[in-house]
Nanobody, 124 residues
Framework: QVQLVESGGGLVQPGGSLRLSCVASGPTSRINVMSWFRQSPGKEREFVAGIMWGGNPIYDTESVKGRFTIFRDNFDKRMWLEMRSLQSEDTAVYYC?????????????????WGQGTQVTVSS
């Protein structure tokens, strides 16, 4: 079973930046897509960004395009989410997810493995 571990969350002021990371271990050769989701209190878990091995990144355009960048290291099975110009609406627990599907799903149920989550709080 693939294990995912996120890190890099914390408290940041509005307009600030954070970089989240996710490391995969176990049978990682099965992973084809890695993505970031986030969940705020009282809301459903939502897709933020995802990337296939050898593919272009896909973002939730309405909320994060132009501010967030997802990138990955295929060799080490690591993924990062660079977040800039953070706003209070970005406050959430951010989750790393992985799947062996051949496309980037935006639905959480399409993912096979999840990390434990890392808290991001944007507040002055």
């Amino acid at each position: 079973q693939v294990q995912l571990v996120e890190s890099g969350g914390g408290l940041v002021q509005p307009g600030g930046s954070l970089r989240l990371s996710c490391v995969a271990s176990g049978p990682t050769s099965r992973i084809n897509v890695m993505s970031w989701f986030r969940q705020s209190p009282g809301k459903e878990r939502e897709f933020v960004a995802g990337i296939m091995w050898g593919g272009n990144p896909i973002y939730d355009t309405e909320s994060v395009k132009g501010r967030f960048t997802i990138f990955r290291d295929n060799f080490d099975k690591r993924m990062w989410l660079e977040m800039r110009s953070l706003q209070s609406e970005d406050t959430a627990v951010y989750y790393c997810a992985a799947t062996w599907l051949g496309e980037v799903p935006r639905v959480s149920s399409d993912y096979n493995s999840w990390g434990q989550g890392t808290q991001v709080t944007v507040s002055s």
